[in-house]
């Protein structure tokens, strides 16, 4: 069974505060991007345990340790499933905020779902998908949500970038979660981001924020100069994607812009 396994933009984040257990309070409207995706091939195998094999981009990360072989064992855990052969041909760049490797551990989970005919439900696997990370669960749930507590609370908002580029770029460097949070300042907002998304998309810059942002892009002047890029070229709001270091823009038309060779480009229309 192969399965594109799409990607991720925020489009606004907050961090409101840091809570008890360590992790922090967000708020955050995750919004899927449909063209840009790894693709995931499961099949089973005849003896047990998890075959993995990688291609494509190279992630400097240990196969048991990678989220697809940690769904797989997940599932043999909890359900008693066979042996499956993972093939991961990764095309969404790592360390970026676009969640590439979140949609990966769904695909694993809904593909040996299928393949060995467990029968769960959308509940259930969105429960399996929150135990291999917070955004997980976006990518049971196959449209767009507003996202709180960890990222892991999620209900469906309607945000209409329909007929909007979206042009999603990622300088060859990325920035880790643990330096990301190391430098936020939570804060409460005195808005409401869903509200803020309710507006036309014109009206966005400037008010719907990446409170990850401020001391990323001090500390990352290239992600600074590629978000300035598409504004300068014609972007009505651009933003960084997750904790980074990916940035993406929305124009009304195609842009026409140029960058350097060793930065990633992706571009769609919605």
Same mark, same amino acid.
């Given at each position: 069974m192969?399965?594109?396994? &799409?990607?991720?933009?925020n489009?606004?984040?907050?961090?409101?505060?840091?809570?008890?257990?360590?992790?922090?309070?967000?708020?955050?409207?995750?919004?899927?991007?449909?063209?840009?995706?790894?693709?995931?091939?499961?099949?089973?195998m005849?003896?047990?345990?998890?075959?993995?094999?990688?291609?494509? =981009?190279?992630?400097?990360?240990?196969?048991?340790k990678?989220?697809?072989?940690?769904?797989?064992?997940?599932?043999?855990?909890? &359900?008693?499933?066979?042996?499956?052969?993972?093939?991961?041909?990764?095309?969404?760049?790592? +360390?970026?905020?676009?969640?590439?490797?979140?949609?990966?551990?769904?695909?694993? =989970?809904?593909?040996?779902?299928?393949?060995?005919?467990?029968?769960?439900?959308?509940?259930?696997?969105?429960?399996?998908?929150s135990?291999?990370?917070?955004?997980?669960?976006?990518?049971?749930?196959?449209e767009?949500? &507003?996202?709180?507590?960890?990222?892991?609370?999620m209900?469906?908002i309607?945000?209409?970038?329909?007929?909007?580029?979206?042009?999603?770029?990622?300088?060859?460097?990325?920035?880790?979660?643990?330096?990301?949070?190391?430098?936020?300042?939570p804060?409460?907002?005195?808005?409401?981001?869903?509200?803020?998304?309710?507006?036309?998309v014109?009206?966005?810059?400037?008010?719907?924020i990446?409170?990850?942002?401020?001391?990323?892009?001090?500390?990352?002047?290239r992600?600074?100069?590629?978000?300035?890029?598409?504004?300068? +070229?014609?972007?009505? &709001?651009?933003?960084?994607?997750?904790?980074?270091?990916?940035?993406?823009?929305?124009?009304?038309?195609?842009?026409d812009?140029?960058?350097?060779?060793?930065?990633?480009?992706?571009?769609?229309?919605?």
């Amino acid at each position: 069974m192969t399965i594109n396994a &799409y990607c991720k933009i925020n489009i606004g984040l907050r961090v409101v505060r840091k809570r008890e257990d360590g992790y922090h309070e967000l708020q955050t409207v995750m919004y899927p991007v449909r063209e840009l995706y790894d693709v995931v091939g499961v099949e089973r195998m005849e003896h047990h345990g998890v075959e993995f094999v990688g291609s494509g =981009i190279v992630v400097d990360c240990v196969p048991e340790k990678n989220l697809c072989v940690r769904a797989a064992r997940l599932m043999q855990e909890r &359900y008693g499933v066979g042996g499956v052969r993972i093939e991961l041909d990764k095309r969404v760049p790592f +360390g970026a905020g676009l969640g590439g490797g979140s949609s990966d551990a769904t695909a694993v =989970i809904v593909a040996i779902n299928d393949i060995f005919a467990l029968g769960l439900n959308l509940k259930t696997l969105v429960e399996l998908a929150s135990e291999l990370g917070s955004d997980t669960p976006f990518f049971v749930y196959d449209e767009p949500q &507003y996202c709180t507590s960890r990222g892991e609370v999620m209900e469906p908002i309607h945000v209409d970038l329909s007929g909007f580029w979206l042009v999603v770029v990622k300088p060859d460097e990325g920035v880790s979660t643990a330096e990301a949070y190391s430098g936020v300042k939570p804060c409460v907002p005195t808005d409401d981001l869903r509200e803020l998304l309710s507006r036309p998309v014109v009206e966005w810059q400037g008010s719907v924020i990446n409170d990850f942002e401020g001391h990323i892009l001090e500390a990352h002047p290239r992600i600074a100069e590629l978000k300035a890029m598409l504004i300068g +070229g014609g972007a009505v &709001y651009a933003s960084m994607s997750g904790s980074g270091s990916a940035v993406f823009g929305l124009f009304r038309e195609r842009p026409d812009l140029k960058f350097e060779d060793n930065t990633f480009v992706h571009i769609e229309k919605i």
